[in-house]
C-alpha cells in the first residue's frame, strides 16, 4: 500500500475494488487539488519562469497547462483557496527566440493549443496567466526574467 502523502510518478492509493480502478483510485498529495488527470498546486513564492518551472520538477511535476477555460478557472479556484490574490501567475507555456512568432509549446507534452490570449502582440518569450480585472483568465508572454508565483501539475493518469 503507498502513502497517500507522498508524491510518487503516479499518484496511486488503495481504495475499494468496486471504484473502477481495480482496487486504486487517484490521488493528490496533501496541499494538492485534483483535478481532471492532474494534482495543482499554487506556489506563492516569486520566481523566475526558469526557476519556477525547476521548484515544479523537484516534486516531480511541471508548470501548469492551461489550454481552456475550465482549466484557468480550476487554477483560479487553486489560488483563492490558498488564500492569494495573485493577478499573474507563470505556467508552463513558452517559445525560444528561434521559434517564429506564434509558435508556441506547453512543457507538458500532453497538451496542444491556446485558448484565450489577452493580446495578439507576442514579443517574449515565457507565458503568464493573468486576472486582471478587465482580463480575467487569459494568457500572455511576459519577459522569462520576471519573478511571479506559479502554479505546479502533476499528471495522476
Given at each position: 500500500?503507498?502513502?497517500?502523502?507522498?508524491?510518487?510518478?503516479?499518484?496511486?492509493?488503495?481504495?475499494?475494488?468496486?471504484?473502477?480502478?481495480?482496487?486504486?483510485r487517484?490521488?493528490?498529495?496533501?496541499?494538492?487539488?485534483?483535478?481532471?488527470?492532474?494534482?495543482?498546486?499554487?506556489?506563492?513564492?516569486?520566481?523566475?519562469?526558469?526557476?519556477?518551472?525547476?521548484?515544479?520538477?523537484?516534486?516531480?511535476?511541471?508548470?501548469?497547462?492551461?489550454?481552456?477555460?475550465?482549466?484557468?478557472?480550476?487554477?483560479?479556484?487553486?489560488?483563492?483557496?490558498?488564500?492569494?490574490?495573485?493577478?499573474?501567475?507563470?505556467?508552463?507555456?513558452?517559445?525560444?527566440?528561434?521559434?517564429?512568432e506564434?509558435?508556441?509549446?506547453?512543457?507538458?507534452?500532453?497538451?496542444?493549443?491556446?485558448?484565450?490570449w489577452?493580446?495578439?502582440?507576442?514579443?517574449?518569450?515565457?507565458?503568464?496567466?493573468?486576472?486582471?480585472?478587465?482580463?480575467?483568465?487569459?494568457?500572455?508572454?511576459?519577459?522569462?526574467?520576471?519573478?511571479?508565483?506559479?502554479?505546479?501539475?502533476i499528471?495522476?493518469?
Open positions: 500500500m503507498c502513502s497517500c502523502n507522498s508524491i510518487l510518478p503516479y499518484l496511486l492509493c488503495l481504495s475499494s475494488p468496486d471504484n473502477g480502478f481495480g482496487g486504486w487517484p490521488s493528490c498529495p496533501d496541499g494538492w487539488t485534483m483535478f481532471s488527470t492532474r494534482c495543482l498546486l499554487y506556489v506563492p513564492n516569486n520566481k523566475t519562469w526558469a526557476q519556477a518551472e525547476q521548484h515544479c520538477k523537484s516534486m516531480t511535476g511541471n508548470l501548469a497547462s492551461v489550454i481552456n477555460t475550465e482549466y484557468s478557472d480550476q487554477i483560479k479556484k487553486v489560488m483563492q483557496s490558498a488564500g492569494q490574490q495573485s493577478k499573474q501567475i507563470w505556467v508552463g507555456g513558452y517559445n525560444t527566440p528561434e521559434d517564429q506564434g509558435s508556441w509549446s506547453w512543457i507538458d507534452p500532453w497538451f496542444h493549443g491556446f485558448y484565450h489577452c493580446t495578439e502582440e507576442h514579443k517574449n518569450h515565457c507565458l503568464q496567466l493573468t486576472f486582471e480585472e478587465n482580463a480575467s483568465g487569459c494568457l500572455d508572454d511576459m519577459q522569462c526574467d520576471a519573478e511571479l508565483p506559479s502554479v505546479c501539475s499528471v495522476i493518469m
